[in-house]
């Protein structure tokens, strides 16, 4: 199993951008996590799909935030316009709908915004 | 409502001493309990779980935790810690009736050779 798959790694680019960060679940999983780890917050959850179906968008910060998931192999997170407090480390999780409900994390976007 | 306390920021333990990282919960329903590791500039990873059963819980890599009902705790602990084992350690917890869990904030845990 290639483990879910994030594009890109690393981000770096200017306030007022746009950045789009990209994310493909494990094949069978139903459930998408969007996280965001900073060194003061910590793991952030943004937002969670189930069968491809945002169910709870509560952590995203604001409007400037968007994310979709037009099918269940593919998920994308937005952040139009980007602003320096936006710099950290963004994470896609999934989750299968039977066995064990633990998650499996991507490697990660590192994103830098000047 | 569900949260997980870690209430150490670091843990510094000596290379083939055991190790303990602490996690303390609150759930209003049945608890499912995580443990999962973050190596520098990686994802997370999980490492063991509890959903019921045997209170004792083993994982990857030889950690295996502990479920303790009274005291709403689920220790990650290893009896010989290794160099390669120093990361960060996140404890998760979901209620029965949520999917979504709440993690800790996370515990480095530093092994010295």
């Known amino acids: 199993d290639a483990g879910v798959i994030q594009s890109p790694r690393h981000e770096v680019t200017e306030m007022g951008q746009e950045v789009t960060l990209r994310c493909k679940p494990i094949?069978?999983?139903?459930?998408l996590f969007w996280y965001r780890q900073t060194m003061m917050r910590g793991l952030e959850l943004l937002i969670y799909?189930?069968?491809?179906?945002?169910?709870?968008d509560s952590g995203m910060p604001e409007d400037r935030f968007s994310a979709k998931m037009p099918n269940a192999s593919f998920s994308t997170l937005k952040i139009q316009p980007s602003e320096p407090r936006d710099s950290a480390v963004y994470f896609c999780?999934?989750?299968?709908?039977?066995?064990?409900?633990?998650?499996?994390f991507g490697p990660g976007t590192r994103l830098l915004v000047l | 409502a569900q949260s997980v306390a870690q209430p150490e920021d670091q843990v510094n333990v000596a290379e083939g001493n055991p190790l303990t990282v602490k996690c303390t919960y609150s759930?209003?329903?049945?608890?499912?309990l995580f443990w999962y590791v973050q190596y520098p500039n990686r994802g997370l990873q999980f490492l063991l779980k509890y959903i019921t059963g045997d209170n004792l819980v083993k994982g990857s890599y030889g950690f295996e935790a502990e479920f303790n009902k009274s005291q709403t705790s689920f220790h990650l602990k290893k009896p010989s810690a290794l160099v390669s084992d120093s990361a960060l350690y996140f404890c998760?917890?979901?209620?029965?009736?949520?999917?979504?869990?709440?993690f800790g904030r996370g515990t480095s845990l530093i092994v010295h050779p």
């Open positions: 094949s069978g999983h139903n459930s």
């Open positions: 759930v209003s329903g049945n608890p499912y």
């Open positions: 799909f189930n069968n491809n179906v945002p169910i709870d």
């Open positions: 998760a917890v979901r209620d029965g009736g949520s999917y979504i869990p709440t």
């Open positions: 999780a999934s989750s299968p709908r039977s066995g064990p409900p633990a998650q499996y």
